[in-house]
Nanobody, 124 residues
Framework: QVQLVESVGGLVQAGGSLRLSCAASRRSFSSYAMAWFRQAPGKAREFAAAISWSGGSTYYADSVKGRFTISRDNAKNTVYLQMNSLKPEDTAVYYC?????????????????WGQGTQVTVSS
């Protein structure tokens, strides 16, 4: 099965930046659409960003648009989430997800593989 291993998150001050990465275990990574979801305490898991199999198309939740950038390096089987201008509201556990499709989706249930989650805390 596909394993997704996320980098360590961390604590960052409001307005700061952080980059997350998620490494996949399979060479077929390039055929999977990838996404990042996040879940804050007491809240439902929500979509944050997604990227197509080729990296040519990206999609963002309104809450992160303009601040976050998703990218992928298929040669390294890795997807990234660059987070800038972080806000305390961004505090959450962040999960990367892979879908056995070249097409992205906004619904968590459409994704087949998940990372373990990594904590990102933004202090004010």
């Amino acid at each position: 099965q596909v394993q997704l291993v996320e980098s360590v998150g961390g604590l960052v001050q409001a307005g700061g930046s952080l980059r997350l990465s998620c490494a996949a275990s399979r060479r077929s990574f390039s055929s999977y659409a990838m996404a990042w979801f996040r879940q804050a305490p007491g809240k439902a898991r929500e979509f944050a960003a997604a990227i197509s199999w080729s990296g040519g198309s990206t999609y963002y939740a309104d809450s992160v648009k303009g601040r976050f950038t998703i990218s992928r390096d298929n040669a390294k089987n890795t997807v990234y989430l660059q987070m800038n201008s972080l806000k305390p509201e961004d505090t959450a556990v962040y999960y990367c997800a892979a879908r056995r499709s070249v097409f992205t989706d906004y619904e968590a249930r459409k994704y087949d593989y998940w990372g373990q989650g990594t904590q990102v805390t933004v202090s004010s």
